[in-house]
């Protein structure tokens, strides 16, 4: 039988705690990349969206409020 001491362990269990953690790290690294890509293209729409005149639907016609004085 291996006789694992206590440092062993505990060395083994912050390296699998490492090893989690590195892999999370990079696992959001990668979402947020995404993330900044797809925001910039949502910004680039909005600003485009944001700046175009605008135009009344096909066929709508707007008409003044009649005023009701008696």
Known sequence: ??????QE???NF???KY???RRETREDQIEMAYLKKENE???ERVKKLASRQPSWPKGY???REKSHRR
């Not at 039988?1 to 206590?6: I, Y």
């Open 9 to 11: 362990r505990s060395e």
């Open 61 to 63: 016609r707007p008409q």
């Open 14 to 16: 912050f390296q699998t």
């Open 41 to 43: 293209e949502l910004r």
């Open 1 to 6: 039988m291996t006789d694992v001491t206590d």
């Open 19 to 21: 090893d989690e953690l």
